[in-house]
């Protein structure tokens, strides 16, 4: 079954940068697209942006621009989120989640989620 | 930015009630392009409904999606003790992809 497994907790200082890993198995990894969602505690979900991993191509939500890469290793089958400049507000739980879409059939990136990773919590503290 | 506006913000119901949960777009959502997502407490949100009205596979018959535009509705038919958690809308109609803020449905 498809299946998405994420990196461990992290705590880093203000100004820092995390990286979150998501390794995905059950399917084939490089023709689906992998998102990046974060839940900030008392917070609604947050969509981060996207990677095709079949050719890399990637979007990004507006307000994450500039400061969240997200990265595949299509060896490994594992997609990366690595954002930096971090401030006591990105602490939050970071979710993977592959979108439905086949690349190789539909081309494009639908937009929901299944299924999700369980998450990573990332604590930004001094 | 399409905005999700989710109400009401907590639901008191008691198992075998049926819980009706409302989700409002600040602009027509192309194509009926909104899921449903169940979270509970620790836990990553589940699918439970794509394209507005499509349940997601393995998804009890008792939830039901519906709408079209800037309305949205979520149906539980019937609670069952596992249904109490936190409901999440999100549009996919716009490449800028929103979330409704949850409603929690709790033990009344």
């Known amino acids: 079954q498809v299946q998405l497994v994420q990196s461990g907790a992290e705590v880093k200082k203000p100004g820092a940068s995390v990286k979150v890993s998501c390794k995905a198995s059950g399917y084939t990894f490089t023709s689906y697209a992998m998102h990046w969602v974060r839940q900030a505690p008392g917070q609604r979900l947050e969509w981060m942006g996207w990677i095709n991993a079949g050719n890399g191509n990637t979007k990004y939500s507006q307000k994450f621009q500039g400061r969240v890469t997200i990265t595949r290793d299509t060896s490994a089958s594992t997609a990366y989120m690595e954002l930096s400049s971090l401030r006591s507000e990105d602490t939050a739980v970071y979710y993977c989640?592959?979108?439905?879409?086949?690349?190789?059939?539909?081309?494009?990136?639908?937009?929901?989620?299944?299924?999700w990773g369980q998450g990573t919590l990332v604590t930004v503290s001094s | 930015e399409i905005v999700l506006t989710q109400s009401p913000g907590t639901l008191s119901l008691s198992p075998g009630e049926r819980a009706t949960l409302s989700c409002r777009a600040s602009q027509s959502v192309s194509s009926s392009y909104l899921a449903w997502y169940q979270q509970k407490p620790g836990q990553a949100p589940r699918l439970l409904i794509y394209g507005a009205s499509s349940r997601a596979t393995g998804i009890p018959d008792r939830f039901s999606g519906s709408g079209s535009g800037t309305d949205f509705t979520l149906t539980i038919s019937r609670l069952e003790p596992e249904d109490f958690a936190v409901y999440y809308c999100?549009?996919?109609?716009?490449?800028?992809?929103?979330f409704g803020g949850g409603t929690k449905v709790e033990i009344k």
């Open positions: 989640a592959r979108d439905p879409g086949d690349l190789t059939i539909f081309g494009v990136v639908i937009g929901w989620f299944d299924p």
């Open positions: 999100q549009q996919y109609g716009s490449s800028h992809l929103t």
